[in-house]
């Protein structure tokens, strides 16, 4: 997809964007969704890894009778928590401790990404050239040494994380230019 309100190229600047690939596409909500669930594992992988595993293994202490200190087990005849509401209530644990570990990260990247302009409905154009990533967007141009950046390969496309709580997200399906996709890629990881 060609931008219409672009200015148009000239001959020197056709020969320049030949041999750098560059991406133009408009930002989707679908985009936005899956970009953050991929850059929220990214970023916080570990701490919800280790979590899981604390997790698992509460939900195995809650399973058995006589394990937790949650009354009289079935084993002396006293009254026992059910089964069902124990479950219940480590799933509902679980998904607090979840929430408390990602939403300080999505709450951060989301004013990040915001404040760059990288909004539902906007339009991007992003371009590797001499070691850099540039991307131009709503509120202006940025750049970013291709050394500090991350790309994150995905099936939808590729996230390039750009500083600690600030991603691009790239659909395999934008207007590429100076190559396809995967030069892109290319051009990213090299």
């Known amino acids: 997809m060609i931008n219409p309100y672009r200015a148009p ?25 899956f970009a953050e669930s991929k850059f929220l594992l990214y970023r916080c992988g570990g701490r919800l890894t280790l979590a899981s595993f604390v997790m698992i293994a509460l939900s195995f202490l809650v399973a058995f009778d006589g394990l937790l200190p949650l009354g009289p087990s079935a084993a002396t005849g006293g009254f026992q928590v059910p089964m069902v509401l124990r479950q219940l ?21 989301r004013q990040q990404l915001a404040t760059l302009g990288i909004v539902e409905g906007a339009g991007l154009s992003v371009r590797v050239s001499d070691g850099l990533l540039q991307w131009a967007g709503p509120n202006g141009n940025f750049t970013t040494p291709l050394p500090q950046t991350r790309p994150i390969r995905t099936r939808k496309g590729l996230i390039v994380v750009v500083d600690r709580d600030l991603y691009l997200f790239i659909p395999k399906d934008a207007a590429f230019t100076g190559g396809c996709y995967r030069e892109f890629v290319r051009a990213v990881e090299a």
């Open 9 to 33: 190229i000239d001959a020197e600047d056709s020969a320049e964007l030949a041999d750098n690939p560059s991406a133009e596409f408009l930002v989707t909500r679908p985009q936005l969704r």
């Open 89 to 109: 209530a480590v799933m509902g644990l679980a998904t607090i401790v979840y929430l408390g570990l990602i939403v300080g990260v999505r709450k951060t990247s």
